[in-house]
């Protein structure tokens, strides 16, 4: 083992846990603290616990509270209420355009008109590579042609 580069090793450290739990073991560290153990951690207790140390657990639950408050009631509301008023712009403007359709006289009916449309025939295959009837398939293709 190389000298000089390795962590201190405490055989006796002691790990102390926020329950009240303690206990030693080793470590580099002559204290350890920690926030859960196997004494109090709910996987080994059965018990469902919060464990909360930066306040998350409150600033969700004032997040829940708040959503569930009047507050998102209101949001709701005013997105039905835009949705609505949307619903009737929409039958106002058609109610509209049917009204000026019924004042408006028919178009008399067109005359029909018969076209004739060509019919295009396939073009035979007269290319270079391979592609015309005239004793393709007697010759043997080089190696090199596609």
């Not at 000089?4 to 470590?27: D, F, L, R």
């Not at 025939?121 to 090199?144: E, H, L, Y």
Request: with cysteine.
């Amino acid at each position: 083992m190389k000298e000089g580069i390795h962590p201190k090793w405490y055989a006796e450290a002691q790990v102390i846990c926020a329950c009240g739990n303690t206990y030693t073991m080793g470590s580099t560290k002559p204290i350890i603290r920690t926030d859960v153990c196997a004494a109090c951690h709910p996987f080994y207790t059965g018990e469902q616990r919060i464990v909360d140390t930066a306040g998350q657990v409150e600033r969700f639950m004032r997040r829940v509270e708040a959503a569930s408050t009047e507050a998102a009631g209101a949001k709701k509301n005013d997105r039905l209420e835009r949705r609505q008023e949307a619903r009737d712009r929409e039958e106002r403007s058609r109610a509209a355009a049917a009204a000026v359709l019924a004042r408006t006289p028919a178009p008399p009916p067109a005359e029909e008109v018969e076209i004739e449309i060509p019919v295009r025939r396939p073009a035979r295959n007269t290319g270079s590579r391979g592609g015309n009837d005239r004793g393709s398939k007697d010759k043997p293709k080089s190696k090199g042609s596609r």
